[in-house]
């Protein structure tokens, strides 16, 4: 969590019985479901087991748990679901059924104390209007990499959240010392819950006994946060299944002997089921406008990469990516070297997000796709398009476009946009060894767009065959959703 956070929460006290009777937010389509009470009070010593990210191997949790009769909280970014390396809707309704509580983690995991609230509003709202729609009750919510601001946290709220949970402010061997060892029952602040930073590969078994046994000195409430749980090629973010499974075989006898109970973060908290608040996207691109934030990638973030810009893919190969000064217009362009490739491509797109960098588009509409580039091999266009739901989803590739070592104007019209998709994202693929340097990208209706210079084109190729669904991940060739910060969270 922010200092900033930290110190606007310092001043709050604020009790959940008084939060609960808060007016549910504006836009909210009926009544909410009456309150759960929750299930525990001061002095007891009660942990959350929490997974996020939805991964996938994720699902080797359940039958662990299951064998320990306990319940956990899985905060799912609902734009991942249903895509490689992620859970599917069918995991998600096993996990429904065994008992686990479904939250909210936004649609495309951004850190959200570095984008503007509207889309921070759309992440987050989005996510849980998914969510409920596919049938869970969704009251409680984690923010991606455990980080925050006050006008995000009174976001959460009026998204129709109880609670919500930061990271890395209760005290572990691996920092926080000044920090205390368990979060009150009730918080002081639902919409920023303490709990220990997450549960890393560095981490013991002892390190997990450790967080309980401290809890359980003053009693209080403790929340747990697995990633990966896994063995082979694994995240710096991971629990075996052995160690969670010794773990929690640990943890099970203490509600007898200590008073230590396990309990999902829905329990702990209780409240009301809020119903859905839509919030819509931004609109389409106008006629006559570049619909591309930050088109000549002058604008570099903390890491001296283009705002808004994103590197993704997929495949085994190894890419350095860099800001470099031979532009086309302006002081930087953008360029990608591949080399070691064995399959896949990678590409430079418009960030994957609800509307803060990815153009709105019409469907129905056609629309002119552009890029200067200069690159030592062919290169190609790859489109994604974005769901209502937030969710992206590859369209179509466009026909090569020939190497070139001065640069060279890349223009494809691909077809109308299909019903049923609101945003767009497209980027040059690099997809054998080379490099390629792109610049002044353009996104125009394809109807009254300005001339483009149009260089020789080979005849379609395809594409690469690979996932047709986004799919980032550390293990794969793929950049984080939001490469402005660090590890998943």
């Known amino acids: 969590m922010t200092a900033v956070g930290r110190a606007v929460r310092a001043g709050l006290f604020i009790s959940i019985a008084a939060l609960l009777a808060m007016a549910i937010a504006p836009g909210a389509a009926a009544e909410p ?3 759960d009470e929750p299930v525990e009070s001061a002095g007891q010593t009660v942990v959350s087991l929490t997974f996020d990210d939805g991964n996938a191997n994720q699902m080797l949790a359940a039958p662990i748990l299951a064998e320990h009769a306990m319940e956990a909280t899985f905060f799912i970014p609902s734009g991942f679901v249903d895509t490689n390396a992620y859970v599917s809707r069918a995991d998600l309704e096993a996990l429904s059924a065994a008992g686990h509580e479904i939250g909210g983690h936004t649609v495309n995991h951004f850190d959200l104390a570095f984008v503007p609230l509207d889309e921070a509003k759309r992440q987050i709202c989005t996510d849980r209007a998914t969510l409920l729609s596919w049938g869970y009750e969704v009251r409680n919510f984690a923010y991606p990499h455990g980080s925050s601001l006050p006008g995000v946290e009174q976001t959460v709220q009026e998204c129709g959240y109880n609670s919500a949970r930061e990271l890395g402010d209760l005290r572990t061997r691996f920092g926080c ?12 602040n639902p919409y920023s819950t303490d709990a220990p930073q997450q549960v890393e590969s560095e981490w013991t ?4 006994k450790a967080v309980v046994l401290d809890a359980e000195r003053t009693g209080g409430w403790t929340q747990l946060t697995f990633h990966d749980v896994c063995v082979e090629r694994c995240s710096d973010i991971r629990v075996t299944p052995t160690m969670l ?14 008073d230590t109970v396990v309990r999902t973060v829905g329990d702990v908290i209780g409240g009301p089921l809020a119903p859905a608040v839509e919030v819509p996207p931004p609109p389409a691109v106008e006629p006559g406008v570049n619909g591309i934030v ?23 190969s190894r890419v350095h990516a860099s800001t470099v000064g031979e532009a086309h217009t302006g002081a930087w362009a953008s360029r990608m070297t591949l080399v070691d490739h064995e ?4 590409k430079l797109m418009p960030r994957f997000d609800l509307g803060w960098c990815s153009p709105g588009v019409t469907a129905g509409t056609s629309y002119s796709l552009r890029t200067w580039y200069t690159s030592s091999t062919p290169t190609q266009f790859v489109v994604f398009l974005r769901a209502p739901s937030g ?22 019209e691909p077809p109308p946009i299909p019903g049923g998709y609101t945003g767009i994202s497209f980027g040059l693929s690099l997809f054998s060894n080379g490099t390629l340097t792109v610049d002044d990208a353009a996104l125009y209706e394809a109807d009254g767009a300005p001339p483009a210079q149009l260089p020789p084109v080979t005849p379609p190729q395809g594409r690469p065959e690979g996932p047709h669904v986004l799919a980032p991940g550390p293990d794969r060739i793929s950049a984080p959703q939001n490469p402005d910060r660090g590890a998943p969270a």
């Open 245 to 258: 499974a010794d773990f929690l075989a640990w943890l099970e006898p203490r509600a007898s002997t200590h």
């Open 294 to 316: 930050n088109p000549g990638m002058e604008e570099l973030n903390e890491e001296d990469r283009a705002r808004c810009w994103t590197r993704t893919g997929w495949g085994e």
């Open 33 to 35: 479901v009456a309150p």
């Open 177 to 188: 010392d000044e920090c205390e060892s368990a979060e009150a029952l009730p918080p002081a």
């Open 343 to 346: 399959s896949g491509e990678t």
């Open 391 to 412: 969710a992206w989803t590859y369209w179509s590739s466009s026909p090569w476009f020939e190497a070139s070592t001065t640069y060279a104007h890349a223009v494809w």
């Open 205 to 208: 078994l002892d390190d997990l």
